[in-house]
Structure formats: structure tokens, C-alpha cells
């Protein structure tokens, strides 16, 4: 008689298939995703009116959304999707966008601000359902899904972060949707060019493109629902029976959706930006000549200036390279140990009177313009030159001291009394592409300046000088005659009453220009970012941890205090839980390299977590390593993108890890109860640590918790948290 073959152990449950996890209960799905969303609503619009003051960033994203109502346009190192959004919510709740909103800690008063934090929390509810969704599609297990669910719903940093007028939620709700999406659309592949495949897939597009619009971090989600593009393409590379002409059409689509829709969405969005921002405001100066003249209310829109330069004209320079700021002076002298103790000279981005200068023949000093008779002798290419300072009257100087920041380049000063100098206040005026004698054109000239003593080119490196140069743009005087954008300069304001005007208009940009032109300030705005005074930053190795929190409102025990930080259980149960992710699958590869026989238990195990958390690990390690290289200052809250995909990994991993256990008991009710206790055991935990830290998010009054008397006492297991 044959050797009876062994039966799958059925675990808690049911029956299942290597590889093929059982489905839930169809029944059952619509009821937990209900719980779930009004859970999760309930959590974030609990006590969302307070505090009725400005809190943390709201300053900044609360005040782009006035600039949107009142179509004003300004400057911001991300792109318009979020602010845009933010600002449209508010207008239609009724805001009329007259509140400053100067800094933490302003009353609201009368203002009604409820339309744009209730749209981040709506946005911000909506994480849960996605998350809950997503998981149950790759785990097919709707415990695993529930799970999810309540880490997220009951994590205090997620409530606190969609409270808010921030762009968090708003970018961490096209993630999960692109998440969600893609999941989705893998689920339908064995029926391509079906409707549903095409509503997903479109789907993920739209998303990618929402989560781009909001911040460039967005990227990694693009990359993710990328790479998962590569591997489905390879696989069906792979298929014999599939056909090249058919191949051809999957890649078109996807191509069409993952690409060219996510492009023309992501350019929409700017076009609607540049659209509704139509009036001059504090943006401005980080931009060129030619976009400024477009801008209702900047003194270059719709107005006549002369065209060609003269001695004795108030001018002001603008450095072509992008965001590289007017060339500017101010009374305050360069500190002990940089360079010559002189007046300091910046390349400044905003609109400013100690932007202007005077322009003066080396040798004699310039008739004063308001002298009817003193002849006009304007400036030509080649002509050797003075800049005086209108502000300070000291003359743009350079000597061989080294710049304060780029080595090998000469410091730039402000030298003199009263535009009396030196030599080495000469500069010779050139013009790119134009021959000696010619004039110079106001705008459209490109023009250097060469110091006469050195051979050394005015430029502006781009670099940011610290607090005693007032976080200004660093000005050098470089001893390499490279043709760069740093080293080219044109002249902007020009006064000169004895000259006749001309009209602008004929520097109207063209859209791809301001398109190219915004992206290129965004990134140099984005990598230049500096933390405030007192502010607290912090290194991505923190962030798992839960190593330190940050301030939204309130500093001391008579302040209402809110306090970020994530549900010390819930991320430390994460971080745990990557840890044993990374041993499954480390073990997995060992034994399949030496080829050990696995059991059905085992194998059913690695593939549930191996599958299913593959991406989902994929993408919290797409949203999380990337910080490590960058040079910006990091803030805890950017950390919570990637905390999105550990929770999920969480909810898969623990779920079939208590399924793997539960199935060594015996009889299937006895390991059920098993599973059930100690997955009630695990929501319960959580509960009660969301019990025993919610005033974090829903706000403290009194003692901080160092105080025996306070409520939150015993509860600072770190020293590094600030509540």
C-alpha cells in the first residue's frame, strides 16, 4: 500500500495553496471597510477646530492659499499642486483670504480657516481606507487589512499631520492612491484592456501625477509604481505565447498612462498656477527680467523704460543663473576673519532699494541727472566702469582676499566714502556677443563684469551665506573666465529722466520657458533649505525610532500644546516587525540556495510575506533611504510617507506569522482561538497606548509631563521627546 500523502494543515484560515493565499469573506469586506473609514474620519475631525490658532508650517501653506485667493504670486520650493488645492478649499468655505498669517501662534478670530484644515483632514481620513484596501488585495487576509487599518487610525502622528493646513496629507493621499491604484491593476492582469484594467492603470497615472504636483519627493512613488512597470513588462516578455504586436500595445498603454497623462496633468497644473497668480507679490525677484514683466503691479509690467544704458543712471543687476538674485549691498561689514573687514555685497532675491546702484565713469565722478544741462553719455561694450551704491555711497570693489564661501574666488566688498575709492573699484563692462563701442541694452543685454586689477568676473556662486550674511546668495569674483550663467548679469531697473522709454512687451516669455525657468528655481530653492533659529531638525537614522518629536503649538505649561510624535507602540511595533521581514526573507534565500526542502507551513509563510510585502517593503525603502544623500535640512515629518508602507508591511507580516504559528495546534478551533487572542491581544495594545497618548495629538494643558502633576507623566519614555 503507497504511503499516504500528508494533508495541508488548515490553518485559522481555512484551507489554503502555496503561493495562493484565501480570499476573505466577500461578505465580511464591506462592513470592515466601513468601520474603518468612520474610524478614521472620526479620529481626524475630532476636535478639529483646535487650537483657533496658526499652528507650525500653517503659516506657510495657510498664507500660499491667500496668495491663491487674491491671486498673488510668490515663491515656493514645491510645486503649486497642494498650496493650489488648499487655497480652492478655503475660497469655497467662505475665506476671503485676508488673514496674514505671520507666525505660530496668531488667532484666527473671525476668520473661518475650518474649510482648509477640514479638506487636509478629508484627505488625510482617506490614507486608512486606501491602506486597508491595498493590503487586502495583496494578502487576500482581512485580518492583515484590519490591522493596517488601526495602526494608521490610531497613530498619533498621522491624526496630528491631517489636522492641519500642511501639504502632508494632501501628498500622502495621492501616494496611497497610486499605491492602491497599481495594486489594483496587477490584480487584473489576466484580463488586460478590460475596462477595470484601464480605469486602474489610468488611475495610478493620475495619482503619480497628483503626488508629484504636491512635492518632488513624489518622485519616489513614480519610481516604485516604475520599477513594478519594468517587472510586469519583463514578464510578459518573458510569455511565448504573447505575441510582439501585442506586447507593443501593453507597452503603448502603459507609456500613455504612466507617462504622457501623468506629464500633460503634471503641466496643466503649472498652467493653472502661472494663470491664476497673475499680480505682482513677494516671489518675484527669484525670478528673470522677462517673467517679472508679466506680473500686474511689478514695476517692469506694462511700463516704458530707456533702452539703452547712460552714465548717471540708477540701475539695478540681475544675475542670469536661476535664482541668482540682484546684485546688493547693505551697511553691515563682513566679520572678523573673512577677507577685508568691508562692506558686505550679496546677490539678493527679493525686490529692495539696497538693490540700487549708480553708474559712474572710472575716472571723474557722473553729473548729477537732475542737472538739466549735463549732456546724456551713455555706456558702451568695453568702456572701463563704476558702481556706486546708491544706499551707502561705497563702491563695488574686489581684491585678492578669498571669497567667504568658494575657495580660489576673490571676495566682493562695498569700499570707499562718498564713491571716493580705489583702483580697484574699476570694472571693464562687456557685452556677450557685441562689439567694442556698441551700446548697451537695458534687459536684453547680457553683460560681465571684469575687474580691471585682478582679470577676475563678478558672479554670483549660488551658495547661501550664513546668519551674519543674513542667509543671502553669495557674491564672487572668479578668476576663471568660464561663459556660465553665474558669471552673466543684466540690467533691470534703469533710471534716467533724460532718456526717452521704451515699451517691455517685447519680452514676453513663452510658457515652456517660465515652465523650465520655475522648476529650475524650485530645486535650487529646495537643496538651499536652512533650519529657523530654534528649530528642531532631525537625521533620517531618528525617524523609525521615534526618536524626537516636533512642536506644532505651545512651548510651556499655560499653552495649548500639540505635539508630533508618532504612537510609541505602534512604530516601535513597526520597526520590529522590519527586522523580522528582513530575517524571513534573508532565511528564505539561505535555505532555497542550499536547497532545503521547506514544509508547507513554511512555504506558505515566506510567500504571503515575501509576495505581498515585497512592494510594500520596496516602497518604504524608496520613501525613506533616498534622505540619507540629501543635503537639505530634514524634518521628523518627512519620515511619514515611508511609515505608511512599514504599517502595512506590519499587518501583512503579523498576520502570517500568527497564521504560521496557530497552524502547528490542533484541532482548527483551538488554533483559531489562538490566532484571534492574540490579534485581539495586538489591537487591544494599541488601543490603550492610543489611550494613553492622545493629548499629543489632541492637546495637553498644564504641567509638562517632567512634572509629577502632569497628565502626561510617566509617558516620556525617551528623554529626547519635548511634551
Known sequence: MPPRQREPRRGPGGPGRPGRPTAPPVAARPAALALVTLLSFASRFHRLPEPPHVCWDETHFGKMGSYYINRTFFFDVHPPLGKMLIG????????????????????????????????????????????????????????????????????????????????????????????LSMVKCNSCADRPFSASWWFWLSLTGVNLAGAMGVKFVGLFVVLLVGLNTIYDL?????????????????????????????????????????????????????????????????????????????????????????????????WHLYPE?????????????????????IIKKHDSDTADLSDPLSP???????????????????????????????????????????GTGDSNDFWRIEVVGRKTGKLIKVLRSQI??????????LGSSGKTLPKWGWEQVEVTCTPYLKETPNSLWNFEDHINPKLPNISLDVLKPSFAEILL??????????????????????????????????????????????????????????????????????????????????????KELSGVVLRGGGQITLGWLLHYLPFFMMGRVLYFHHYFPAMLFSSMLTGITWDSLLKFCAGFLSPSTTARKVYGGVFLALVLLILYSFYLFHPLSYGMIGPMASDPSSPMAGLRWMDSWEF
Open 448 to 457: 560681465r563684469l571684469i575687474h580691471v586689477a585682478t582679470g577676475c568676473i
Open 376 to 418: 546724456v553719455e551713455f555706456v558702451r561694450h568695453g568702456d572701463i566702469i563704476r558702481l556706486e551704491h546708491k544706499e551707502t555711497s561705497r563702491n563695488l570693489h574686489s581684491h585678492q582676499h578669498e571669497a567667504p564661501l568658494t575657495r580660489k574666488h576673490f571676495q566682493v566688498t562695498g569700499y570707499g566714502i562718498n
Open 88 to 179: 480652492l478649499a478655503g475660497y469655497l468655505s467662505g475665506y476671503d483670504g485676508t488673514f496674514p498669517f505671520q507666525k505660530p501662534g496668531d488667532r484666527y478670530e473671525q476668520h473661518n480657516y475650518m474649510g482648509m484644515r477640514g479638506f487636509c483632514a478629508f484627505l488625510g481620513s482617506c490614507l486608512v481606507p486606501f491602506a486597508y484596501l491595498t493590503v487586502l488585495e495583496l494578502s487576500k487576509s482581512l485580518p492583515a487589512a484590519l490591522l493596517t487599518a488601526f495602526i494608521l487610525i490610531f497613530d498619533t502622528g498621522c491624526i496630528t499631520l491631517s489636522q492641519y493646513i500642511l501639504l502632508d496629507p494632501i501628498l500622502m493621499f495621492f501616494l496611497m492612491g497610486a499605491v
Open 517 to 602: 525657468e520655475s522648476h529650475m528655481v524650485m530645486i535650487r530653492g529646495n537643496s538651499g533649505l536652512k533650519p529657523k533659529d530654534n528649530e528642531v531638525t532631525s537625521k533620517p537614522w531618528h525617524w523609525p525610532i521615534n526618536y524626537q518629536g516636533l512642536r506644532f503649538s505651545g512651548v510651556n505649561e499655560t499653552d495649548y500644546r500639540v505635539y508630533l510624535l508618532g504612537n510609541p507602540v505602534i512604530w516601535w511595533l513597526n520597526l520590529v516587525t522590519m527586522g523580522l521581514y528582513f530575517l524571513i526573507t534573508v532565511c528564505t534565500a539561505v535555505a532555497l540556495k542550499r536547497g532545503v526542502q521547506l514544509t508547507y507551513e513554511l
Open 234 to 330: 519583463w514578464d510578459l516578455l518573458g510569455n511565448l505565447s504573447l505575441s510582439l504586436v501585442m506586447f507593443g500595445k501593453h507597452l503603448l498603454a502603459r507609456v500613455l498612462c504612466l507617462i504622457v497623462l501623468p506629464l500633460a496633468l503634471y503641466t496643466a497644473m503649472f498652467a493653472v498656477h502661472f494663470a491664476v497668480l497673475n499680480k505682482s507679490g513677494p516671489g518675484d525677484g527669484f525670478f528673470s527680467s522677462a517673467f517679472q514683466s508679466q506680473l500686474i503691479g511689478n514695476n517692469l509690467h506694462n511700463v516704458s523704460i530707456p533702452e539703452h544704458l547712460a552714465y548717471g543712471s540708477v540701475i539695478t543687476m540681475k544675475n542670469l543663473r536661476m535664482a541668482g538674485g540682484y546684485l546688493h549691498s547693505h
Open 337 to 357: 576673519g573673512i577677507g577685508a573687514r568691508q562692506q558686505q555685497v550679496t546677490a539678493y532675491l527679493h525686490k529692495d532699494l539696497n538693490n540700487l546702484w
